[in-house]
């Protein structure tokens, strides 16, 4: 797949690719660079306090995942 740069740098995620990964409109994703490779991909919500990634809620902009919430409850 091959896209074209506009004059603001901007590049355009294919719709096809966006509804594979469930990226929507304001979703955030992180750029990084491996050697030569641009590296793009969608962050995903972590826990504030042990870094998981699943069942994390947002509290006060914070993550915080299930078994932290009850762990603090």
């Given at each position: 797949m091959?896209?074209?740069i506009d004059?603001?740098?901007?590049?355009v995620v294919?719709?096809?690719?966006?509804?594979?990964?469930?990226?929507?409109?304001?979703?955030?994703?992180?750029i990084?660079?491996?050697?030569?490779?641009i590296i793009?991909?969608?962050?995903?919500?972590t826990?504030?306090?042990?870094?998981?990634?699943?069942?994390?809620a947002?509290?006060?902009?914070?993550?915080?995942?299930l078994t932290?919430?009850?762990?603090?409850a």
């Amino acid at each position: 797949m091959v896209r074209k740069i506009d004059d603001l740098g901007r590049i355009v995620v294919p719709a096809e690719t966006r509804r594979l990964f469930n990226i929507r409109e304001g979703d955030e994703l992180a750029i990084s660079i491996d050697g030569d490779a641009i590296i793009i991909r969608k962050l995903e919500a972590t826990c504030t306090f042990c870094g998981n990634t699943k069942d994390v809620a947002s509290y006060k902009s914070k993550g915080i995942c299930l078994t932290c919430r009850r762990e603090l409850a």
